[in-house]
């Protein structure tokens, strides 16, 4: 295993090194990203670019030609850079009117064809809104680089625009032909960008480059990911996808919990076409919002219609799974992240403000705690009842709970039934948890009537009840937050079965019961619950409780 890691660097450090050679370009930009000093420099825009800035505002869905591009002038000490196109960025949460803290996105080349700033023809600067701590985009660009995504660099900058000093920046290298020659041998492309929250289905806008006739095209991504047929849809997705890439990018956005970027939001992503590979190969940008819920699924099927297609396979979802354990058992380790994250933020600290270093107490806290819960899931993924249409999985394991209230509970001598035994204003339940893939379920079993002492009926009621502790919303979608594009569908495996009332009289016939799961995550840690509420007592037959898997999504 070691020597195959070895190998896989050494080819990754190769090819970087190759496209380097054939460029015949000198990286005159690595002092912008590694050297600690901060960049200062002068944007002057002269008073009709204000205006026409000023009356620009983000919308959704605006095409990028409403975008305008006035021209300004750089300043860098001695040096200077005329003729420099300028346009505001930023979407809902992070652009700002260029009177406040505005983002910017400078572009050296495009009125003057062999200008460059420190060898790059663009560069934006990020005002931060959304990242306190300032250090997000460089510590995990590093991050994803490290796990053998190409992404472009970060560093950090004190503009001035018009006299007027904006405070710490984050500066980031744009996405242009410089970034593609470093990381492939072939940088003619096209490069496209992604929509603003919207997917492959949407289109796309080439960056540049052109599509070369009889090749790539994103019908024949789509039609690939959208194949009803698990075989057809591998052997589709393998043909026009750069899997090992995208599986290293989908195992990282899960580390990272990438919330906002292609695998869980369709959002902040850019896609290559490799010629010599003849493959597509999806790259991220935008990573201002990372590890934002710490104990969220392992694996989470959001709303990027490739990455929902990948995970749905049980062979892609083994190849994400074993990056996750390559990368947290390498570089993804919180002590060596945590030292990383203080050393960029003792470069920028002389600039930066009150609140950052809070935030960035913060964002360490957050990643402690995200690797915490990968670890979590990473040991208890190991006992994944992978079970086919039609098979049945015995549960064991029980536990109880209490609901409300102060309920008893109990177990047959010979462990073959448990209990719950309820009175007024309270509930309890024996549970289990059982990893489980993606697909439809049953979940059956008996219950009756108990004993009572003090009574000889019971006013009893029972139900199963099914949840995942990381499901943080309602419906099937398992949404992340309310800017989802997927539709909202109530009930699944948050809804439980009706509390059924129980026959009366203590120790009658057993009652069946039973529960469909839908369950539309790759795979899932699930809570199974045996309650009762209500004033009486209820027993479980625990030989007759079973899981049956009515589906095969993915198989």
Known sequence: MRSFRLRIIFAVLGATCWALRCSGVEDLSAGLFTNSALVHFRIDIPAPGMEILRGYTFHRGAPRDERPDVLCTVREGTSIWTNVTVHLKGTYG????????????????????????????KISLNNSIQDPSRLSEKLCRELYTRGGIPVPRAGHATPELNGRSLGLYVLLEGWDRN??????????????????????????????????????????????AQEPSPPKRLAGLESVLDMDRFTRLLALDMLAWNGDGYSLHAN???????????????????????????????LASGDGLVARAVLSLPECRALV???????????????????????????????????????????????????????????????????????TVALTGWTNRTIAGTPLFFQAVDLSSVGVRSSTNSAGAWLTSIWLEEGRYRLQGRVRSGN???????????????????????GLDWGWDSRRRAEYRPGG?????AYQALASTSGTNWTELACEIDLRQPIADLELFCEASGVGEAEFDLRSLKLTRLTDPGR
């Open 493 to 497: 495996e948050t809804g439980n079965l």
């Open 321 to 391: 799974i074993d990056h996750i354990r390559e990368f947290r058992n390498s570089f993804f380790q919180p002590d060596i992240i945590s030292r990383r994250a203080l050393e960029i933020a003792a470069a920028i600290a002389p600039q930066a403000p009150p609140d950052q270093a809070q935030a960035v107490s913060d964002l360490i806290q957050r990643i402690t705690e995200r690797l915490h819960s990968i670890d979590q899931q990473l040991a208890g993924i190991t006992n994944l009842a992978s079970i086919r249409a039609g098979q």
């Open 268 to 298: 902040n992503y850019r896609i290559f076409d490799d010629r010599p590979r003849q493959r597509f190969v999806f790259l991220p940008h935008g990573m201002d919002q990372m590890f934002t819920i710490t104990d969220a699924p392992i």
């Open 94 to 121: 992070s652009f700002r009117s260029v009177d406040s803290v505005p983002a910017f996105t400078l572009n050296f080349s495009k009125q003057a064809a062999r200008q460059r700033f420190h060898g790059l023809e």
């Open 179 to 224: 970034f593609v020659r470093r990381h492939f041998s072939d940088s003619r492309g096209p490069l496209y960008e992604g929509h603003f929250l919207s997917d492959i289905d949407q289109g796309a806008d080439i960056v540049y480059g052109r599509p070369a006739n009889d090749r790539l095209a994103f019908p024949k991504l789509l039609l690939a």
């Open 452 to 474: 009572v002492a003090s009574a000889a009926t019971n006013h009893i009621s029972a139900a199963f009840r099914v949840r995942s502790p990381r499901k943080r919303s309602m």
